[in-house]
């Protein structure tokens, strides 16, 4: 591996990290808090650690995959370890294992917290809070790549954090990976600040707006207020974060072409049909539950509330606008099925994503058929109206097997070291491998992960980390051979 050049990397990760805080600095000595001077503090810390680390090995060495993969791996852990900072040196969050599990999940856009008062924290340190989000979303490194030297591998870098499920649709719309990084961080930025906009026209203050945009278009979750969307009860509020949860959720190459007019790449975009009925077919059955039920005087606020829930769940997002653990047990099952979906590839989603769900049901379903009905057939399937490798085929089914093997042997590990039971347990771990948050049991939508053991806390953040770089990337470091030369 070319340290030089890994540690040049990581150097700049920790410069624009430390530089991002300058926006939450602004937000402190606008509201004149005590959070100004511990902002100030790590900012400047976290830059001094990363200026001599860029300068110093600015070689330009060519990253390799196995570099990418390890800056992967490595820079964010690095890198929510510095923006702990904040919280410590405040006081708010004195504990490090509290304070990095607060940023892994920010930074994971998991929306995962230990804080038992949100709303006691300064605005500041709630900005950066939803910060995280912001610079996570899109995936850190997509960011580092605009400032890395030309001819260096960004590609690479690039790579390292995609999910398999890119690799699978073979999503690209330019040739060099800096230009696409500025196009789709352009769309990002553009939906955040739109999505802020249409909040604070509907009455929101600005700064709600901000930080509910950054978790909502980040599908994260983190919100200024204690009891999550629910805190402002608008259905205007409802269905403008369902429809950007919605649009979060979506490829964004897809939003880019659709964009420039060529409206066929949805309409031959197989993952996106199935994302839309999913959808549809999740919100109708627990909005019609709820309505059958009496859980809401009416249809319309069954919808409502029961749109919101599953679409927060299945674009990970996790905010809330209700404790669904109080709905009928009919709903909660669906919205325990709903987790283990994710949505698109390309998104700024996680979890297993549909895509991998296509291929799997339409390999099964051609399996049966050549068993059955034609033994001489040949299984073959296709996506985007184009047939796909097999290796394709193989890479999907063995993704869905690793993450099904993790939760449950992950339940196990949690009932293990923190003293839960099995249903929490399986739920923390799910929520936190799949980028959700919320969960069942002692970690639903009105409680926190505060009372879970240091050991427990830091296994979850591996966990949102594995979950975050869609599995293989995190996994592949501790395989020996990746080590050897």
Known sequence: MHFSSIFHVLGLLLIVTGSSMSMPLVCSWYYGESDLVPLLLSAVATVGVGLPCWWFFRKNHELHIRDGIFIAVVGWFVVSAMSALPFILHGSIPSFTDAFFEMMSGYTTTGATILQDIEALPHGLLFWRSETHLLG?????????????????????????????????????????????????????????????????????????????????????????????GFYDSAYFDWVIILFMFLGGTSFVMLYQLLHGDIKSMTLNTEFRWYVCLLLLFCGMVSWILWRENTYPTMLESLRYGTFQVMSLLTTTGF??????????????????????????????????????????????????????????????????????????????????????????????????????YVTAISSVISSLMNIGPGFGAIGPTENYAFISDIGKWFLAWNMMVGRLEMFSALVVIYPSFWMK
């Open 137 to 229: 979303g899109m995936g850190f490194l997509t960011l580092i790549v605009l400032f890395l030297p030309k001819g260096m591998g960004g590609l690479r870098l690039f790579r390292a954090e995609s999910s398999p499920g890119q690799v699978i649709t073979k999503e690209k719309f330019v040739p060099r990976a800096r230009d696409a990084m500025i196009r789709l961080w352009w769309i990002y930025l553009a939906l955040n600040i739109l999505q802020a906009l249409l909040l604070v026209a509907g009455g929101m203050p600005l700064f709600d707006s901000l930080c509910t945009a950054f978790g909502t278009v980040s599908t994260s979750g983190y919100s200024p207020k204690n009891a999550s969307i």
């Open 320 to 421: 809330g606008t209700a404790d669904y653990e109080q709905w009928p047990q009919a709903a909660q099952m669906f919205l325990y099925v709903v987790c283990f979906i994710g949505a698109c590839a390309g998104s700024t989603t996680s979890g297993i994503k549909v895509v991998h769900y296509v291929i799997l049901c339409k390999y099964m379903w051609g399996t049966v058929r050549k068993i059955f009905f034609q033994p001489m057939s040949v299984v073959s399937v296709r996506l985007n109206r184009k047939p796909i490798d097999s290796s394709a085929i193989d890479l999907a089914i063995c993704y869905f097997v690793v993450n099904i093997f993790m939760v449950f042997i992950g339940g196990c590990f949690m009932v293990m070291v923190s003293d839960m039971d």
